[in-house]
T-cell receptor, first 112, second 115 residues
Framework: AQSVTQLGSHVSVSEGALVLLRCNYS??????LFWYVQYPNQGLQLLLK??????LVKGINGFEAEFKKSETSFHLTKPSAHMSDAAEYFC??????????FGKGTRLHILP | DAGVIQSPRHEVTEMGQEVTLRCKPI?????LFWYRQTMMRGLELLIY????????DSGMPEDRFSAKMPNASFSTLKIQPSEPRDSAVYFC?????????????FGDGTRLSIL
């Protein structure tokens, strides 16, 4: 069975500081992994995805994530936070079928 | 390109009434998903269709909920009778053919309030 665990339901960083959102996955097969972002009153939008090509994946809005098989991790980072990054972020895993299993989400707060 | 379109965006109704939520997936996508999001339970998958056929409805909470996909461009989620605990944001998502490597594209959701 597939699952993801997001560490920290709320994360606060100062504007301009590094953003690090943690995600660990469990999968019985080589996984496909995703990060989504949800802004208020909107649906989830894809930030980036890992599908067994390069382990460092670059996404939109300056975000990137690194797949580390030995650590079963897929942490999301951005070098410098912007106020517009305040949102909820979801890590997700697919087991090579149509279903995607989502984590519980991490709400990112940006401090001025 | 048009994204996933959901209607209505907001619905307020009284307990016991029938509620119908509608979704138009992205053209060419063959998988469609219905989710429910609440503060307490987070994002829950209710049901998903592949090529208009329901594949997994294990997330449908009870018999009051039903979903249909009569064709590739339309799906409905119906609640009858509605209860206050059904209040949530309901999302529809669709994805193109693949082996799990295709992302899901979400609509903006229907915010449902049952009084």
């Amino acid at each position: 069975a597939q699952s993801v665990t997001q560490l920290g339901s709320h994360v606060s960083v100062s504007e301009g500081a590094l953003v690090l959102l943690r995600c660990n996955y469990s999968s019985s097969v080589p996984p496909y992994l995703f990060w989504y972002v949800q802004y208020p009153n909107q649906g989830l939008q894809l930030l980036l995805k890992y599908t067994s090509a390069a382990t460092l994946v670059k996404g939109i809005n300056g975000f990137e994530a690194e797949f580390k098989k030995s650590e079963t991790s897929f942490h999301l980072t951005k070098p410098s936070a912007h106020m517009s990054d305040a949102a909820e972020y979801f890590c997700a895993v697919s087991a090579r079928d149509d279903k995607i299993i989502f984590g519980k989400g991490t709400r990112l707060h940006i401090l001025p | 390109d048009a994204g996933v379109i959901q209607s209505p965006r907001h619905e307020v109704t009284e307990m016991g009434q029938e509620v119908t939520l509608r979704c138009k997936p992205i053209s060419g996508h063959n998988s469609l998903f219905w989710y429910r999001q609440t503060m307490m339970r987070g994002l829950e998958l209710l049901i998903y269709f592949n090529n208009n056929v329901p594949i997994d409805d294990s997330g449908m909470p009870e018999d009051r909920f039903s979903a249909k996909m009569p064709n590739a461009s339309f799906s409905t989620l119906k609640i009858q009778p509605s209860e206050p605990r059904d209040s949530a944001v309901y999302f529809c998502a669709s994805s193109s053919p693949g082996y799990g490597n295709q992302p899901q594209h979400f609509g903006d959701g229907t915010r449902l309030s049952i009084l």
